[in-house]
């Protein structure tokens, strides 16, 4: 145990040219037999190109790169790796790829039956093995596509993000099963974009735009800002209005809302301050809370964003009214024998922000495309600010704005010819769209990106972009569709900020998230698993129903939806 | 990095080959382009599409009310080249010419009956379509055929005077396909066709899609060589092709009675010479472009536009300008095609077929290395 499985020195790699900003710039890192080092970083960090250059897939452009002592590409025996999309046949059945895997890495045939047997079991697919790979779940086809990679009992195991998307509890059984494999002696690298992941593994590789910012056990970046987190509760304001109050003074480097308190990094060297500092209400009470790996990747950074919006501040208020500004009734979406989203029911005030939360694939964005009349219901019906879904599904678009998965912008437009675009789009006078568009530029500093392709923008700009876009209307609703997915904490941040700024203007917030901490940002939550809602409330109450119904103390928001999980099966196996 | 590698290992060989063709057995469209494709192809040219030149309408304008006149506006209206629509004068019949309706008028004009009478050879006239320049051809040279014919059995030509000079008389005859019947090769054109789709596009697609759905990168981190990929790529092809070109073969010559007078051996020499090109191309085009997408838009265009208009298949290559002739050299199907039609419809000329077979293969040797050029084992 302890001994190096793979090393890299002063690693770089580039893509597209000399002047290109390097992929990877001079990284060093070790994979130790034994333990699970993390490779930590937002996208575009240059995690999957590390992963590909340890499995022989590249080579880097500068640096040593070592498995076991040899070339990574002489290195294949003893290697497992699965890649981001897990590389199954999915035309092929369970069994199929698994004989695929055991063949071409010459599992010697007879270890063949104990091995499937093992790995079969290990990762309960023993029931499915004549399923169609493209027909089993995102959690089972990550759980194969590990069996796939461990057929051979590799000496180092390679993970590309294997916990994206898929349900949290999937998630938290893999984290067991690879905990056992390194009790067994492998080398593991957990690629992930989630922080939270991070202050789990052994030691942790952080990497930011291609340079590593850290490396070591995670605590030795969270001790460096021990004592410097602490949790506000029983103030009297608004919560957000208190976040962006607090994150405007100088000794708070960041905040953010969690529940009914509001956790805060402060400036190192200043003075913790007291409850009265906040002027707050005598209720206001002040304690340490424990520092996380996300704040201590925020100090690296140099802190995040302060709490007021430039966006907001410009925005129109939305008028007081008691109508409901989103509703859904009983909203049915069936694809042939398939229901992707059975029966929703919520109702959004104006000015909350309401979160969808779920694994990929659970009926989210279904949900949400039935309510921007993108697909029409099978069953059921809802109302955008006032407008029904059947009857004029076009004013219902007209009133919201929309940022779509994975920022769907004009790739080959330019950045000015996107905000062009979308300000006609929506409809803007010339004046209008001319006063909007400058304001957008200045409040989203894209002055400097007007001419670049959208397409070629780093994920941070565009999302910035795509938030732009969405808004330059002022538009009473808001529907976000992953809107953080991938981007660094510092960048979500700032989205967050101009979020909350605008829901004070009383904007109505529709948002979809598989980052279960950002449902900590939502005044309520519905958790959709498998097409149904098992659970809506504000966060702070269903962690106490999940801390009620497991016992722990203190869940996250992640252990309440798997708690919230169990419990709805145990009740649909007590029905059954 | 790794230049190509060439470590062959049965074992794993043979696991890709079992997954390649358990993945064929299960997608339907690998069916649809491998036996669907080509039955349709088969009729279609079988049927549907012909360039023979029976039953052409014309229209037929007798001036002339003399014997000599109807005994030849007999002859064509009971010839099996027309359909003949008569008119009493010229004008009536344009408008059907120029509405495509008629594609000829043959007038036979007032002085026809006067001038044989005289014991001169009395004149016709043919008016053609000039924009189908190819039937136009037929027609004129049918309308005279016809017309020598008459005058043959009317003793027109055989003036005394000439009866001292041996007469020369042209009989063609057509070797090979007596019929001139274009189904002939047609048929076997079509087999060319069906194995450019099945060896270039289905193989550039399958290895697309590999790299699309990420399952090229997860077999690269696995010991396997490229030339075991490549390999276990080629051989299923390989074998669907040959399977395909059996089923056209045996529909040709059942369905539509075309002869087959050479033997499987040089039939399968031919096909198995003319996938190495075939299979190679698709190779190539898959490992360039590594989207399934291009993928099929480049092997339409560099395979099957090719094998279906350059090849002789269906525009005979000795009436391109020579630009395009030119250009069919480095058509493999353009060599593909009179081997097939040597094979089906004269036999086995070895001293015909083995040159083409020959070039063939240099074609494949190119392109299998212009592949295993592109095809690295990095995704740098």
């Not at chain 1, 809107?483 to 529709?510: C, Q």
């Not at chain 2, 002789?312 to 353009?334: C, D, H, K, N």
Request: aromatic residues 8%.
């Amino acid at each position: 145990m302890g001994e190096p499985v793979a090393t890299a020195r002063g690693v770089v790699k580039r893509f597209g040219g000399k002047h290109a900003r390097p992929a990877l710039d001079h990284v060093d890192m070790t994979v130790t037999a034994g333990r699970i080092t993390g490779l930590v970083g937002p996208d575009g960090a240059g995690k999957t190109t590390m992963i590909r250059l340890l499995a022989g897939l590249m080579r880097p452009d500068a640096g040593e790169i070592a498995i076991l002592g040899r070339q990574p590409a002489q290195a294949l025996d003893d290697l497992g790796y699965m890649p981001q999309r897990f590389g199954l046949y999915e035309d092929l059945t369970v069994r199929q790829n698994l004989d695929l895997y055991a063949e071409v890495r010459a599992l010697p045939p007879e270890e063949r039956e104990a091995t499937y047997k093992r790995l079969l079991e290990f990762t309960d697919l023993a029931r499915f093995q004549e399923r169609l790979a493209g027909k089993l779940s995102g959690g089972m086809k990550q759980k194969l596509g590990l069996a796939c990679a461990l057929v051979k009992t590799p000496r180092l195991l390679l993970l590309d993000e294997p916990g994206v998307g898929v349900d949290p509890i999937s998630r938290r059984e893999l984290w067991a099963m690879v905990g056992e494999l390194v009790s067994e002696g492998i080398g593991v690298l957990w690629s992930t974009a989630y922080l939270d992941e991070a202050e789990k593994c052994d030691s942790v590789v952080l990497l930011n735009e291609g340079r590593l910012l850290f490396n070591g056990p995670p605590h030795e970046l969270t001790d460096t800002i021990a004592e410097r987190v602490i949790r506000v509760t029983g103030f009297q304001s608004r919560r957000r209005r208190f976040l962006i109050r607090a994150l405007d003074r100088a000794d708070v480097i960041d905040g953010t809302i969690q529940g009914r308190s509001v956790r805060l990094l402060l400036q190192g060297g200043a003075p913790a301050p007291a409850p009265a500092d906040f002027a707050d209400g005598d209720a206001l009470a002040i304690e340490p809370a424990p520092p996380r790996f996300e704040d201590g990747f925020i100090e690296i950074l140099g802190g995040g964003p302060k709490g007021t919006s430039a966006l907001a501040e410009r925005y129109r208020t939305i008028p007081e009214s008691d109508a409901l500004a989103i509703e859904a009734k009983g909203l049915t979406k069936r694809f042939g024998d398939f229901v992707a989203a059975r029966d929703m029911n919520f109702a959004i005030p104006r000015g909350q922000i309401f979160g969808l939360l779920g694994p990929n694939g659970a009926g989210k964005s279904t949900t949400f495309k039935m309510l921007c009349g993108l697909l029409t219901p099978s069953e059921g019906t809802g109302s955008v600010a006032g407008n029904d879904l059947r009857r004029s599904a076009a004013d219902a678009r007209a009133a919201l704005g929309y940022m779509a998965q994975k920022f769907s912008l004009y790739g080959d437009l330019s950045v000015r010819q996107n905000l062009d675009f979308f300000a006609g789009a929506y409809g803007l006078g010339r004046h209008a769209a001319r006063d909007a568009i400058a304001a957008m530029i200045e409040i989203f500093e894209l002055g400097d990106t007007l001419d670049m392709n959208a397409g070629t923008l780093p994920l941070g700009f565009k999302q910035r972009l795509a938030l732009a876009c969405a808004v330059m209307h002022e538009p009473p609703v808001l529907f976000l569709d992953e809107p953080t997915s991938g981007v660094d904490p510092v960048a979500r941040r700032e989205f967050w900020t101009h979020i909350n700024g605008l829901v004070e203007k009383g904007v109505t917030v529709l948002v979809t998230t598989h980052f279960m901490d950002e449902a900590e940002y939502c005044d309520r939550v519905t958790l959709i698993y498998h097409a149904e809602q098992i659970a809506t409330g504000a966060p702070d109450d269903l962690k106490a129903r999940a801390a009620r119904a497991s016992g722990a103390a203190d869940p996250t928001m992640e252990d309440a939806f798997i708690a919230l999980i169990e419990e709805s099966n145990h009740q649909a196996r007590a029905a059954a | 990095m790794n230049l190509p590698d060439f470590r062959f290992d049965r074992r794993r060989l043979r696991a890709l080959m079992t997954k390649e063709f358990a993945q064929i057995a299960r997608d339907p469209s690998t069916f649809l382009i491998a036996l669907a494709m080509p039955l349709l192809l088969l009729f279609l040219f079988g049927y549907a599409v012909s360039l023979d030149t029976n039953h052409t309408r014309i229209g037929l304008v007798v001036e002339d009310s003399s014997a000599p006149a109807l005994r030849l506006a007999q002859s064509y209206a009971v010839s099996t080249y027309f359909d003949v629509t008569p008119g009493r004068n010229l004008a009536e019949l344009r408008g059907g010419m120029a509405a495509g309706k008629l594609r000829a008028i043959i007038v036979i004009p007032q002085d026809f009956g006067a001038r044989v009478h005289r014991g001169k050879v009395p004149r016709i006239q043919v008016i053609t379509d000039g924009s189908l320049p190819n039937t136009a051809g037929f027609v004129a040279g049918h309308a005279q055929g016809v017309f020598q014919n008459w005058a043959a059995s009317e003793g027109i030509g055989q003036a005394p005077a000439a009866a001292h000079v041996p007469r020369i008389e042209l009989s063609a005859r057509y070797w090979y396909n007596p019929g001139l019947r274009s189904r002939y090769f047609l048929v076997p054109g079509s087999i060319a066709v069906v194995m450019t789709m099945i060896g270039t596009l289905l193989t550039a697609l399958v290895i697309a899609r590999e790299w699309e759905r990420g399952t090229m990168e997860a077999m690269m981190a696995t010991p396997i060589s490229m030339a075991e990929f490549i390999a276990s790529k080629v051989l299923p092809y390989f074998v669907l092709a040959l399977a395909s070109m059996a089923l056209c073969t045996v529909i040709a010559e059942l369905a539509f009675g075309v002869p087959f007078r050479g033997s499987i051996l040089a039939l399968l020499a031919i096909a198995s010479a003319f996938l190495l090109p075939s299979l190679g191309l698709g190779l190539f085009i898959s490992s360039a472009t590594k989207n399934q997408f291009v993928a099929s838009q480049i092997a339409l265009l560099a395979g099957f536009m090719p094998a279906m208009l350059l090849s002789g298949f269906i525009f005979e290559i000795s009436s391109m300008p020579w630009p395009i002739q030119a250009l069919t050299y480095i058509v493999p199907s353009r060599y593909l095609i009179p081997a097939l039609q040597t094979v089906f419809l004269a036999g086995d000329l070895w001293n015909l077929i083995l040159p083409d077979i020959a070039i063939m293969i240099v074609f494949g040797f190119a392109f299998f290395a212009m592949s295993f050029f592109v095809t690295r084992r990095s995704l740098d």
